[in-house]
């Protein structure tokens, strides 16, 4: 990120308050707190102010779509490389199973996660695909909120996979904020989104994804940008002021276009009329959105007729994480909407996680003595980005 920007720091673990402002380096970016609470809700009222119905709606749509794909210099067609997972150390849990995972997306670059799947039981199931937030040490697929959801998901019945960040965990290809992070983690995801599709156990027509704060931002990009993802939970992230701050996430122009300003609200009712769900709270620049966010995306799902399928959940005095509470409303959500067993993880009836087995990093590692990054991996922040051009 460019020194003469002070952003606010999208982590899991902590929120730093200083307010960003425009970039005169770049003044095609929205890093940060770009807005002030203020200007960003009335931003969006001018949004809202540019469709009437499900006709103005969709050329809006488009526009930010086509904002997104130009300004992250997606091609129509990646130069994906075959996919080739390599599966490890393959362990049975209480209801579930979880595996070290690693496939190639674009050539020599690997995607390394988990695969957590549920026990006894047969036929087609829903997948979650679970992008995580940001952590200081570099280590978010590893901590216990992700294994938790990962865990109570695959007992719930959905084949689940969570994956690395640029730089974290066994993702150590370059370094996390590469100049075009943003593209390279989007095109993981797409690539993630494959992975599960070939799963010959996994319903193509019930993909979900979910994460928090930058994995947040992932959720609604993935959604917006490929129709697959069927249902889509971003977790205290979707703001009218906050733009992320973190070079993966508003590194790139994808809200101030030639033609058009967004919002990541507007990004977010691109998922319109999928079934959304956005959990916010009252310490982080979600807490606003029971009345600034949400009302928005509730009239673009009105032009489906579909105000059933998206909801809000705010917990007030909560803060910046994919804690219990957060868990809990993203469980019953897509347990509604992809058709899992909600029943399996009840007691007495509440949420029981007690099952699930947090287990040490060394466990979940792809990349160890025994199984090496393979050969043909491509190395350093140099050769990442060649292969981005």
């Known amino acids: 990120m460019n020194v003469g920007i002070a952003f606010v720091l999208c982590c899991t673990v902590g929120i730093a308050t ?47 779509r086509q904002g997104l794909r130009e300004g992250m210099q997606l091609p129509a067609k990646p130069a994906y490389a075959p996919l080739k997972p390599i599966r490890h150390s393959l362990r049975t849990m209480k209801g579930y199973t979880v595996e070290n995972v690693t496939f190639e997306s674009l050539p020599g670059f690997f995607v390394t996660g988990n695969l957590y799947r549920p026990l006894t039981m047969t036929g087609k199931r829903p997948a979650v695909l679970c992008p ?9 697929r590893f901590r216990e909120q992700t294994q938790q959801r990962c865990a109570t998901m695959a007992r719930m019945g959905a084949v689940v996979f969570v994956y690395d960040m640029l730089g974290y965990g066994d993702s150590k290809q370059c370094s996390h904020k590469i100049p075009e992070a943003l593209k390279l983690q989007i095109l993981n995801g797409m690539r993630s989104i494959d992975f599960l599709a070939s799963l010959p156990d996994v319903d193509v027509n019930r993909i979900a994804v979910s994460g928090e704060s930058g994995g947040g931002t992932q959720t609604f990009l993935l959604t917006a940008l490929d129709a697959r993802v069927t249902v889509s ?11 992320g701050g973190c070079v993966c996430e508003s590194g790139m122009p994808i809200h101030k276009r030639p033609t058009h300003q967004a919002s990541n609200v507007d990004i977010a009712a691109l998922a319109a009329p999928r079934p959304l769900l956005l959990v916010s709270d009252g310490k982080d620049w979600t807490k606003n959105t029971p009345t600034v966010e949400f009302p928005y995306i509730q ?9 059933d399928r998206v909801e809000n959940v705010h917990l007030s005095t909560e ?34 996680e007690t099952p699930n087995t947090v287990l040490e990093p060394a466990a979940l590692q792809v990349f160890n003595a025994e199984h090496a990054r393979p050969a043909r991996a491509v190395m350093g922040d140099s050769a990442v980005m060649a292969l981005l051009k």
């Open 132 to 140: 995580h937030g940001h952590d200081p040490n570099e280590a978010a």
């Open 319 to 352: 803060g910046h994480d994919y804690g219990p509470s957060k868990r809990a409303a993203a469980y019953r959500f897509l347990a509604k909407h992809l058709k899992l067993d909600l029943n399996r993880i009840l007691k007495d009836g509440q949420i029981d």
């Open 233 to 243: 939970v971003p977790v205290v992230m979707v703001s009218a002021h906050f733009f």
């Open 18 to 64: 200083s307010v960003a402002q425009p970039n005169p380096d770049r003044p095609d970016l929205c890093q940060g707190a770009y807005y002030t609470e203020a200007e960003g809700a009335a931003a969006l009222h001018n949004a809202a102010e540019t469709h009437h119905d499900r006709a103005s709606w969709e050329q809006r749509a488009a526009l930010v």
């Open 299 to 307: 009239t673009v799902y009105s032009y489906y007729g579909a105000g």
